[in-house]
């Protein structure tokens, strides 16, 4: 009968899985919160509009304009002069320059060469840049350069968004192990007081020494003092989780203890970051963020250096206008004209052609970096796959190890009830046990991390 009692007492009970009543917060849900609400990736979504604004900011460098310059000078009752010079400019895309124009004039003491007829002129013309500004102008390098930011903001955006998903990922998966190990040192707590009861009675009916009572209390306290402290991580871990749960308008959430992590995660995770269609297929680096970015900035230095080379050339502007009254407008008489014609030219452009340089410079360091960058992007997923290949293996050897653990346990206990062993060696088996199980929590969490190290590489939030 006393064999019978031992058994139930320490071997009838072992570490089951809780049924757990609390609702689950899967890791593909979270992720579609932080997605979608934290401000980090919120922020990074403005890098687009921001974008969207500059590229406005220079197409307004083409946008006609209305130039009205009037001035009038009026002195003891006499008017000496009234000059009005008003134009309508339209820029187009090579520089060139069409301009409208309207300007009267009268007054006593009006400079001979602003004298104009009764009813003004009218001007029609054009400005051409025949050497600077032709091919390449400041405002069509702003619109090209522009519209490379905006390749360069989608990429800056993924990057930034990967970052932010990359810290939330790592929080949830130290929840997770916390949580683990708070739910197994809850579970070895139980086994533990439920031993010492048992000893306890067989105290009293004189099967085992006192001693045994120490012993055993040695290791509640002790299952205790490991359940405080995961205790207390868990809540830690619960506070920096809550860092990335928010909701519209920037509502913070902060996460319940009725919620609990995914508990088949290990199953899951692949698909949530779809690392394991790296693992089974080649990845080409070439639409990788990281490197679009880097290639956008190289298009843009090509656009500055393109810029640079024409300052080589002479700035020549010729323009001609076809002048005549309103009154006479029909009439088309091109011998009246206006024409001008601007040159210039330093001898020896030592300025442009060290501005010319460094530009080269700048987009030959940038290629140097986008080369590396590509080695690099590649070694690291190289690595990242290795390393995965590993811990999958890994995973395996470690749950035998916990089964052969749980075996030694129960064999351990089975020949206490038997009276051929001692609380000693079931304590230290069950201590192995549970070294071996938190090895298990800790390798997982390797797991899970380098699958989102590898998400982290991939750079692909969408």
């Given at each position: 009968?006393?064999?019978?009692?031992?058994?139930l007492i320490?071997?009838?009970f072992?570490?089951?899985?809780q049924?757990?009543?609390?609702?689950?917060l899967?890791?593909t849900?979270?992720l579609g919160?932080v997605k979608?609400y934290?401000?980090?990736?919120?922020n990074?979504?403005?890098?687009i509009?921001?974008a969207?604004?500059n590229l406005?900011?220079?197409?307004?460098?083409?946008?006609?304009?209305?130039?009205?310059?009037?001035?009038?000078?009026q002195?003891?009752?006499?008017?000496?002069?009234s000059i009005?010079?008003?134009?309508f400019?339209?820029p187009t895309?090579y520089?060139i320059?069409?301009?409208?124009?309207?300007?009267?004039?009268?007054g006593?003491y009006l400079?001979?060469?602003?004298t104009?007829?009764?009813q003004?002129?009218t001007s029609?013309?054009v400005?051409v840049?025949l050497?600077?500004?032709?091919?390449i102008?400041q405002?069509?390098?702003d619109v090209?350069k522009?519209?490379?930011?905006?390749?360069?903001?989608q990429a800056?955006?993924?990057l930034?968004a990967?970052t932010?998903l990359?810290d939330?990922?790592?929080a949830?998966?130290?929840?997770?192990?916390n949580?683990?190990e708070v739910q197994?040192?809850?579970e070895?707590?139980k086994?533990a007081?439920i031993r010492?009861?048992?000893?306890?009675s067989?105290?009293k009916?004189?099967?085992?020494?006192a001693?045994?009572s120490v012993?055993?209390?040695i290791?509640?306290?002790?299952?205790i003092?490991?359940l405080?402290?995961?205790?207390?991580?868990?809540?830690?871990a619960?506070?920096e989780?809550?860092n990335f749960l928010?909701l519209?308008?920037?509502?913070p959430?902060?996460?319940?203890?009725?919620l609990?992590?995914e508990t088949?995660?290990?199953f899951?995770?692949?698909e949530?970051l779809?690392?394991n269609?790296l693992?089974n297929?080649d990845?080409?680096?070439n639409?990788?963020?990281?490197?679009n970015?880097?290639q956008?900035k190289?298009?843009?230095?090509?656009?500055e250096?393109?810029?640079?080379?024409?300052?080589?050339?002479?700035?020549?502007?010729?323009g001609y206008?076809y002048i005549?009254e309103?009154s006479?407008?029909d009439?088309y008489?091109?011998?009246?004209?206006?024409?001008?014609?601007?040159?210039?030219f330093?001898?020896f452009l030592r300025?442009e052609r060290?501005?010319?340089?460094?530009?080269?410079y700048?987009?030959q360091e940038?290629?140097f970096?986008?080369?590396?960058e590509?080695?690099?992007?590649?070694?690291?997923?190289?690595?990242?796959?290795m390393?995965i290949?590993s811990l999958?293996?890994?995973?395996?050897?470690i749950k035998?190890?916990?089964?052969?653990?749980?075996?030694?346990?129960?064999?351990e206990?089975r020949?206490?009830s038997?009276g051929?062993?001692?609380?000693?060696l079931i304590?230290?088996?069950?201590?192995n046990?549970?070294?071996?199980q938190?090895?298990?929590?800790?390798?997982e969490?390797r797991f899970y991390?380098s699958?989102s190290?590898?998400f982290?590489?991939m750079?692909?939030?969408?």
């Open positions: 009968m006393k064999h019978v009692f031992l058994a320490f071997f009838g072992s570490v089951t899985a049924e757990m009543a609390s609702k689950e899967t890791y849900e979270f919160y979608k934290h401000p980090l990736v919120k990074a979504n403005l890098e509009n921001k969207q604004a406005m900011m220079a197409r307004g460098g083409f946008d006609p304009k209305i130039e009205v310059d009037f001035s009038k000078k002195f003891k009752d006499k008017e000496y002069y009005l010079n008003s134009s400019k339209i895309w520089g320059e069409i301009k409208a124009g309207f300007d009267n004039s009268e006593v400079n001979p060469q602003n104009l007829p009764n003004g002129l029609l013309g400005t840049p050497g600077q500004g032709l091919f102008n405002r069509m390098a090209r522009a519209k490379m930011q905006m390749q360069l903001s800056e955006r993924k930034q990967i932010v990359y939330a990922s790592l949830y998966f130290n929840w997770k192990k949580f683990n197994l040192y809850k070895y707590n086994n007081q010492f009861k048992g000893i306890q067989l105290i009916q004189g099967d085992k020494p001693i045994d012993e055993a209390g290791i509640i306290k002790n299952r003092l490991n405080e402290d995961s205790k207390l991580k868990l809540a830690k619960k506070l989780l809550s928010w519209e308008n920037n509502i959430l902060e996460i319940s203890d009725e609990i992590p088949q995660l290990e899951t995770i692949q949530s779809k690392t269609d693992l297929t990845f080409s680096i639409n990788h963020p990281k490197i970015a880097l956008s190289i298009d843009m230095l090509n656009v250096k393109k810029l640079k080379a024409n300052m080589l050339l002479p700035k020549i502007d010729m206008s005549s309103p006479y407008i009439n008489q091109f011998e009246d004209y206006k024409i001008g014609l601007d040159f210039y330093p001898l300025k060290g501005s010319l340089k460094l530009a080269k700048k987009v940038s290629e970096i986008l080369d590396l590509k080695v690099q992007l590649t070694n690291k997923i190289n690595a990242q796959r390393e290949e999958l293996r890994q995973k395996e050897l035998g190890l916990v089964e052969d653990n749980r075996t030694m346990l129960n064999s206990e020949l206490f038997f051929e062993s001692s609380l000693f304590n230290t088996r069950e201590n046990l549970v070294s071996a938190l090895s298990k929590i800790a390798l969490n991390i699958n190290e590898l982290k590489i750079a692909n939030p969408d």
